[in-house]
């Protein structure tokens, strides 16, 4: 797999790119972009192609349905570099303005998921795409767990490479296959089926594998606790009491809940039924510190507390923990992210990853479809 960025520019010049980007940012109600990363980080593909002389046509999807717009992400883009925009997918215009392209100009194409044919990897729709270029470059790794036409179909029909940030992504992620020891795996959220592939495949490389969140709920149950109120999923419950006989797993030992009107410390056994769980406890954060301090490589995946709602007290004494360690620390997932910067906490991390599903597969299975096609 060879980066674009390895490519001389000489061989770039007057070259036909077809750029596949993840512009996937949240939006207001209003379309109004509230987290621009994906964006930013997208800009050295594109500035190094630009400067190459290229001519580059960006592809994306956003949001899940088809009726949903790039057209912020012109918005936005359009201050950063000059871009123009086809807000159609009537094929006789795309060739027509993506022919009429001068070198270094740039024409962003619109939402790939306006057609069914993307996620359904139709061969004509990638090789309707693949015929308005002479190269193809992947720089989503985010997305790169899909097998969709932009993904896997375009780089079976045309010369491919991954993108700058894709490199980014995979060196970093690949750490993870050789990490330094003690290595302590941090895991949150919910969705207990998306991280049961992660936690076996790491339960031999990992020291310690530290399981929170809406996750911890869904063990309390399996373990027989109350959990009253609080999130829980669709149980797995003999995985979950046999995961739980690794002496390698790290639980809950107490949590913070909402017990109206209060906010409460309390022990697994002082639950009940009125009790809402909203984060990981005291005792918790004390026992996490202590693994964080003696770690010098760590994972961290999924958020431990509801922090949409303000509560961030388990994440606030890990992250200070991971500031204070000596450790090689990579984070990801969408509400991880988005936690750790409405914290401000960003330059806690040596490695901020901006891919959610793709970085739990690529850990999991140590490839992605995407990486396969290239």
């Not at 709602?309 to 388990?314: A, D, E, K, T, V």
Request: charged residues 25%; contains cysteine; hydrophobic residues 40%.
């Amino acid at each position: 797999m060879k980066c674009i960025h390895e490519i001389s520019p000489e061989f770039l010049i007057g070259k036909k790119i077809l750029l596949r980007t993840d512009f996937n940012v949240p939006l207001s109600n209003r379309g109004k972009i509230l987290e621009a990363s994906r964006i930013d980080v997208a800009l050295k593909t594109i500035t190094y192609l630009r400067n190459s002389g290229s001519q580059i046509i960006l592809i994306s999807h956003i949001g899940r349905e088809q009726n949903e717009t790039l057209k912020p992400v012109f918005e936005y883009l359009k201050n950063k570099i000059p871009v123009s925009f086809i807000d159609t997918w009537n094929e006789k215009e795309i060739r027509q303005k993506t022919s009429s392209l001068k070198n270094g100009e740039i024409i962003l194409l619109e939402n790939l998921r306006a057609k069914k044919e993307e996620e359904q990897n139709e061969p004509y729709f990638a090789s309707f795409l693949a015929s308005l270029a002479d190269v193809y470059v992947n720089d989503a790794f985010s997305v790169s767990h899909r097998s969709h036409a932009s993904i896997i179909g375009v780089p079976a029909l045309l010369k491919s490479y991954c993108g700058c940030q894709f490199k980014v992504e995979y060196e970093n992620l690949s750490r993870v296959f050789q990490p330094k020891q003690p290595f302590v795996v941090l895991i949150g959220g919910a969705k207990f089926e998306t991280k049961i592939p992660v936690i076996e495949s790491l339960l031999d490389k990992a020291d310690s594998i530290f399981v929170g969140g809406a996750l911890a709920n869904d063990i309390l149950k399996a373990t027989g606790y109350e959990v009253g109120r609080s999130k829980v999923g669709d149980l797995n419950k003999e995985y979950i009491q046999n995961i739980l006989k690794n002496k390698k797993i790290i639980f809950v030992e107490d949590v913070k809940v909402k017990s109206f009107p209060f906010t409460k410390n309390k022990k697994l056994n002082e639950l009940t039924i009125e009790d809402k769980i909203i984060d990981g406890g005291v005792k918790t954060a004390q026992i996490l510190q202590q693994k964080i301090k003696e770690a010098k490589f760590i994972v961290w995946n999924g958020p431990f507390g509801t922090f949409e709602q303000g509560n961030s007290f388990l994440s606030t004494k890990v992250i200070s923990a991971i500031m204070d360690s000596n450790s090689y620390s990579i984070v990801g997932g969408g509400d991880t992210v988005a936690e750790i910067k409405k914290l401000k906490k960003e330059k806690a991390f040596d490695f901020i990853s901006l891919s959610g599903g793709a970085m739990l597969e690529f850990i999991a299975k140590g490839t992605l479809v995407g990486i396969d096609a290239l």
